[in-house]
């Protein structure tokens, strides 16, 4: 049961994941842009949300953010990071990531 608390445990959860990581975004110094998000299931049936975000700020600011992205508490997976310099204080990453959603059988 514990383990259950890294997992979404359905996708209404993922509004809860949208908000954590909204909050970490001021407090890392970056903007946060939530592009998308979708369900999906993959080919093995796990059931998963896909999100892709825009996070904004200084070079060092974006490295650290996506670092921890990477250690959020919930099974997941970055797909795709795209970092570019917009200016030399300004940088842009794309991440695209997915976040397990547990499905309890009925």
């Known amino acids: 049961?514990?383990?259950?608390?890294?997992?979404?445990?359905?996708?209404?959860?993922?509004?809860?994941?949208?908000?954590?990581?909204?909050?970490?975004?001021?407090?890392?110094?970056?903007?946060?842009?939530t592009n998308s998000l979708q369900s999906m299931t993959d080919e093995s049936g796990d059931d998963w949300i896909d999100v892709s975000f825009l996070?904004?700020?200084s070079e060092q600011r974006v490295r650290t953010f996506i670092q921890v992205m990477e250690n959020l508490p919930y099974v997941s997976q970055i797909d795709s990071i795209d970092l570019t310099a917009r200016s030399q204080t300004q940088w842009q990453a794309q991440?695209?990531?997915?976040?397990?959603?547990?499905?309890?059988?009925?």
Request: aromatic share 8%; hydrophobic share 40%; charged share 25%.
């Open 1 to 33: 049961a514990e383990l259950s608390g890294y997992f979404l445990e359905q996708e209404g959860d993922s509004i809860d994941f949208l908000s954590h990581v909204e909050r970490l975004a001021p407090e890392a110094g970056v903007e946060l842009q």
């Open 55 to 57: 996070i904004s700020g």
């Open 95 to 106: 991440l695209g990531m997915r976040v397990r959603v547990l499905a309890y059988d009925e």
